[in-house]
C-alpha cells in the first residue's frame, strides 16, 4: 500500500518535507524519502526516454508507409526498416530498466507510512502518552455496609454464569481456545444484531464478506508484517493461489471494489461489517491469558466507509460519534483517545476487573492510503457514467483520485 508519488513530486504539487516530517514523527530515518525522490527521478528519465524513442519509432513508421505507398511497394525501405529495429530493441532495453527501477521505488515506498495527522500526539510510549479526547459515564464501585469490594474479571463471571468452556476448549484448539455456551452465546448473537440494527439505522448497509482472501489481494490491504504475525494461512490445492483467513471483515470490504470506478454521486458509502476473525496474536505471548482477550477467532461487528479524500475527516469523526452512542446504548463507561501512533481514535470500555480502560473500537482515516493498493479510483469532472471502457478513458483524461477509506470496528461483540 504505496502512498501516493507525487507527494514528493515538487512539480506536482508534493512536499517532500511533510514527508520526511511525518516519518520523523513516526520514529524512522527520513532519509528514505531522499533515496525514492532519487530513484523517482531516475524512473522519469526512463519514461521520458521511452516515450520519445516510441515517437521515432511512430514517425519511421509513417515513412515506411508514405514510401511504400508512393511507390506502389517497389520501395522495400529497408534502411529505415533497419532502423525501426534498432530503435525497438533501444525501447525494449529501456522498458526493462524501467520495470526495475519502478519495481525499486514501488519496494520503497510501501515502507513508507500513510501521513501522520498534524493533531496526533507524537510519542515512543502509547500507553502513556495518547491524548484523551473525551471520556463518557461514571465508574462505578462495588460497595457493601460502606465497604468497598473487589470486582470480578470477565472470564470469572462467565464461568460463575456457566457461558464458556475455556479448559476443554484449550483441549480442542490449543491455547486460547474456548467453546461459547448457552447464554453466552445468546448474549454474543445478541450484541451482533443489536449492532447491525444500530448501524442499519444510521444509514449503513450491512456485508457478510468471505472469511478468505487470495494472497496476491491480501497483500494490498495489509502490511507484509502481518503475514507473520496476524494472518493464517490456508492450504489446499498447490496449484492454485494461496489463500489467507481474515483477521478483520475489513480486508475483504476494503477490496470491495477493487480495480473500479467510483463517480462522486455514489458516495458516501457506508458498511456495517460482520464476520468470524481469525488472528495468530504472534506477539501476544504472555499477555491476556485469561478470559477472551486476545484469542485466535472471534465474530466482529464493524464500520467502513468510503468517500471522498475532502469529507474523509468529517466522516472520521462521525464514525467515532457512531461508536460512542452504541456504547452509550450499553451504558459501558468509556473514554476516547487518540492514539499516537497514527490519526487513529480508541474508544476504550471501562473493565472493573482490571480496574482500568480496555480498547473496545479504533477508528482510524485511511486517506487515500488503502485504496491506492487496491487500485479504488474517483471519477472527477463528470456524473456517474456507468463503467463501460469509453467513460474510463474518459476519466483518465479528467484526472482521477483515489478514494478515501475509512475502517472502525462499531461493535465488538468478543474483546479482540
Not at 508519488?5 to 520526511?20: F, H, Q, S
Not at 533497419?82 to 524501467?98: D, F, G, M, T
Not at 501521513?115 to 479526547?133: L, M, Q, T, Y
Not at 486517506?367 to 471502457?389: A, P
Amino acid at each position: 500500500m504505496p502512498i501516493d508519488i507525487n507527494l514528493l513530486r515538487v512539480d506536482a504539487g508534493g512536499d517532500p518535507e511533510k514527508v520526511r516530517e511525518s516519518e520523523r514523527r513516526r520514529f524512522r530515518d527520513p532519509k528514505i524519502v531522499d533515496e525514492i525522490i532519487e530513484i523517482d527521478n531516475q524512473w522519469r528519465k526512463l519514461r521520458y526516454a521511452v516515450d520519445n524513442l516510441k515517437k521515432d519509432l511512430g514517425v519511421i513508421s509513417k515513412t515506411v508507409a508514405a514510401k511504400m505507398k508512393e511507390s506502389k511497394g517497389a520501395d522495400k525501405c529497408e534502411e529505415e526498416k533497419a532502423q525501426a529495429n534498432a530503435v525497438k530493441e533501444k525501447i525494449e532495453e529501456a522498458e526493462k530498466q524501467l520495470i526495475e527501477v519502478e519495481t525499486e521505488r514501488t519496494k520503497k515506498l510501501n515502507t513508507i507510512g500513510n501521513i501522520v495527522a498534524d493533531d496526533v500526539p507524537v510519542s515512543k510510549d502509547e500507553e502513556k502518552d495518547n491524548g484523551i479526547v473525551n471520556t463518557w459515564g461514571t465508574i462505578p464501585e462495588l460497595t457493601v455496609d460502606g465497604k468497598t469490594l473487589g470486582h470480578l474479571h470477565h472470564h470469572e463471571i462467565m464461568q460463575i454464569l456457566d457461558f464458556c468452556e475455556f479448559e476443554r476448549g484449550q483441549k480442542i484448539a490449543g491455547h486460547r481456545g474456548y467453546f461459547l455456551k448457552g447464554n453466552g452465546v445468546l448474549l454474543n448473537q445478541a450484541l451482533i444484531n443489536y449492532g447491525l440494527t444500530f448501524l442499519s439505522s444510521k444509514e449503513y448497509t450491512p456485508l457478510q464478506p468471505p472469511f478468505f482472501m487470495k494472497q496476491s489481494i491480501m497483500a494490498e490491504t495489509c502490511q507484509l508484517s502481518d503475514f507473520e504475525e496476524s494472518l493464517y494461512k490456508v492450504v489446499g490445492d498447490p496449484t492454485q493461489e494461496p489463500m489467507f483467513l481474515v483477521a478483520t471483515s475489513e480486508q475483504p470490504i476494503s477490496a470491495l471494489y477493487r480495480n473500479e470506478w467510483l463517480a462522486p454521486d455514489e458516495l458516501p458509502q457506508r458498511f456495517a461489517g460482520v464476520s468470524s476473525c481469525f488472528r495468530k496474536e504472534a506477539g501476544a505471548h504472555g499477555k491476556d491469558v485469561w478470559g477472551i482477550f486476545r484469542v485466535h477467532q472471534f465474530e466482529k461487528v464493524e464500520q467502513f466507509c468510503l468517500t471522498t479524500p475532502e469529507k474523509s475527516w468529517e466522516m472520521h469523526e462521525e464514525m467515532i460519534k457512531i461508536a460512542e452512542a452504541f456504547y452509550q446504548g450499553l451504558e459501558l463507561p468509556y473514554r476516547v483517545i487518540n492514539d499516537a501512533a497514527a490519526k487513529k481514535y480508541d474508544l476504550e470500555a471501562w473493565f472493573p476487573g482490571y480496574g482500568t480502560y480496555r480498547e473496545l473500537v479504533s477508528s482510524s482515516n485511511c486517506t487515500d492510503f488503502q485504496s491506492r493498493g487496491l487500485d479504488v479510483r474517483l471519477q472527477l469532472g463528470k456524473e456517474k457514467q456507468g463503467k463501460d471502457k469509453k467513460a474510463k478513458e474518459e476519466a483518465k483524461k479528467g484526472g482521477d483520485k483515489k478514494g478515501a477509506a475509512k475502517g472502525g470496528a462499531g461493535a465488538a461483540a468478543e474483546a479482540k
